[in-house]
């Protein structure tokens, strides 16, 4: 089992800047991908950014390419993405997710472990 707890979200104006971060635990959790995905309000869940356990390999959505970037500590078993140039559209709850067969891929039933989410809200 893996366990992903997520922190980082809040409020932000629009041109601002957030960081997520995501904690794992469990049996060999740095050996997996980690992926960020999000979902607004009477929206479908969307993937936003992924990487490979050795941070060689990342994926982005077209909507967040040179905004989002994101990265991974093996030791401290973290993932973060750093989030740039924030919109209003970003608006939504942030959920990490590890995937152990699938390296970086933007499909979510490739994920197996998520955690609970973290709100984040960009004012314009």
């Known amino acids: 089992q893996v366990q992903l707890v997520e922190s980082g979200g809040g409020l932000v104006q629009a041109g601002g800047s957030l960081r997520l971060s995501c904690a794992a635990s469990?049996?060999?959790?740095?050996?997996?991908?980690k992926a960020w995905f999000r979902q607004a309000p009477g929206k479908e869940r969307e993937f936003v950014a992924a990487?490979?356990?050795?941070?060689?390999?990342?994926n982005y959505a077209a909507s967040v390419k040179g905004r989002f970037t994101i990265s991974r500590d093996n030791a401290k078993n973290t993932v973060s993405p750093q989030m740039n140039s924030l919109k209003p559209e970003d608006t939504a709850l942030y959920y990490c997710?590890?995937?152990?067969?699938?390296?970086?891929?933007?499909?979510?039933?490739?994920?197996?472990?998520w955690g609970q989410g973290t709100q984040v809200t960009v004012s314009s």
């Open positions: 990487i490979d356990w050795s941070s060689k390999m990342t």
């Open positions: 997710a590890a995937n152990e067969r699938y390296s970086a891929t933007s499909v979510d039933w490739a994920y197996d472990y």
């Open positions: 469990g049996r060999t959790s740095s050996a997996y991908a």
